[in-house]
């Protein structure tokens, strides 16, 4: 189990570190910048020393017959040697020299440690604000942004990309609170339809007519939940993105996806366009198969009453449309076709899918790195276009 913040054994923040390292820095460059300037006052105040005693030659070789007029240790006027009292003069000056530079370095440390510390302060004021807000949030209130303000840097950059991070989370938590309530629901329906038809149906003596209708609703309900079962867990799949990739002939999976429903649209009175370009997709054989079988079986099954078409087309650039007459869709709906469990206008939970169909399709695309984009026919029906990466 990973320790609490109060079990951490105690560390130096960055604040303190910033401040440490400012702080060095600045008495290193301070003490070297010093001692380069002793050195060069040393040495050229001996020069100088010496040529205002009238001769310019350094002290350390300057004859000690040269006297120069002033006072002894006892305060009697007399002379001096000129060698002794430059020595003093330099001793005197680089000693001054020396305490000033010190005090002064010392001084300007501790303001420079006191900026250091604000200035970090303010410049780490973003993570702090950062840390506080990832620790405070949780399923509920995922819709806290930082929206911090401030010139274009690495700071605000982390900032948005956290916000950018939040609205991912918090629209993958409505989904999935959406998802499970949908699910939820439908699984209801028919669990509740199997238990009327055992307690009432099968209440007493039935006749075989009437034990026959409840097989037929119990067959039914089964079925349903099946398909809703298949669908959740190839949704479930899809979701977790792909092991492995292989070249897959997408025409091809389009052509057998639609031989398979060719005899239900014949049924349902909707011609079957067809136009197959070869195009070579990197991706799931499996998951793609349900990918087209989707389209296809929803294009027919959501069409006119009789005389509808379909309309199914393939690119060499990995791309694959299916379009189809029917009811007019409202373009404010057309989003939300792709969430799970969401159905056009008028239809009905009592439908033959799941509500699945869609939703399944853009998880498919998502996981082998595609697009899919939908839009509405003016005279009724939808087109989708599916653009998937070439193998």
């Known amino acids: ?40 006052v040393r040495d050229q105040l001996a020069v100088r020393l010496a040529t205002t005693m009238g001769r310019a030659v350094p002290m350390d070789t300057m004859p000690s017959s040269i006297a120069v007029r002033g006072y ?44 250091g510390w604000w200035l970090s302060g303010r410049v780490l004021r973003p993570l702090h604000t950062i840390t506080a807000t990832a620790q405070r949030l949780s399923s509920t209130n995922l819709h806290e942004r930082l929206a911090i303000k401030g010139p274009p840097d690495e700071l ?86 792909l092991a492995k990739r292989a070249e897959v002939e997408l025409h091809a999976v389009v052509g057998e996806a639609v031989e398979q429903y060719r005899a239900e649209a014949e049924r349902r009175q909707v011609e079957l366009q067809v136009r197959l370009t070869e195009a070579t997709v990197a991706g799931d054989r499996v998951l793609l198969t349900q990918l087209v079988t989707n389209l296809v079986s929803n294009a027919i099954r959501h069409n006119l009453a009789e005389g509808g078409t379909v309309w199914v087309r393939t690119d ?32 009905t939970d009592k439908g033959e899918g799941a509500g699945l169909g869609l939703s399944i399709v853009d998880s498919i695309t998502r996981a082998h790195g595609g697009t899919v984009k939908a839009h509405r026919r003016p005279d009724g029906g939808l087109r989708v276009k599916v653009e998937l990466p070439r193998g």
């Open 1 to 40: 189990m990973p320790a609490t913040a109060s079990e951490r054994p105690a560390r130096l923040t960055v604040r303190v570190k910033l401040t440490a390292l400012y702080g060095v820095l600045f008495l290193g460059s301070g003490a070297v910048l010093l001692t380069v300037i002793y050195l060069l």
């Open 156 to 241: 605000t950059e982390l900032a948005e990309t956290f916000d950018r991070m939040l609205d991912r989370l918090e629209s993958s938590f409505d989904s999935q609170r959406r998802f499970v309530a949908n699910a939820s629901h439908e699984l209801r329906t028919p669990l509740a339809v199997q238990r009327a038809a055992v307690q009432i149906g099968l209440a007493g003596n039935p006749s075989p007519e009437k034990a026959a209708e409840i097989r037929e609703q119990l067959l039914t309900a089964n079925r349903r939940i099946e398909r809703l079962i298949d669908g959740l867990l190839v949704l479930a799949r899809s979701d977790r993105g």
């Open 316 to 347: 060499a650039f990995g791309g694959l449309t299916v379009s189809n007459t029917g009811p007019k869709v409202p373009a404010k709906q057309i989003p939300q076709l792709f969430e799970p469990f969401r159905r056009g206008e008028g239809r």
């Open 72 to 115: 002894n240790p006892d305060g009697t006027l007399g002379f001096l040697p000129a060698g002794e009292v430059t020595r003093a003069v330099e001793a005197t000056t680089l000693d001054t020299l020396l305490l000033v530079s010190i005090l002064s370095l010392v001084g300007v440390a501790g303001v420079s440690v006191a900026a």
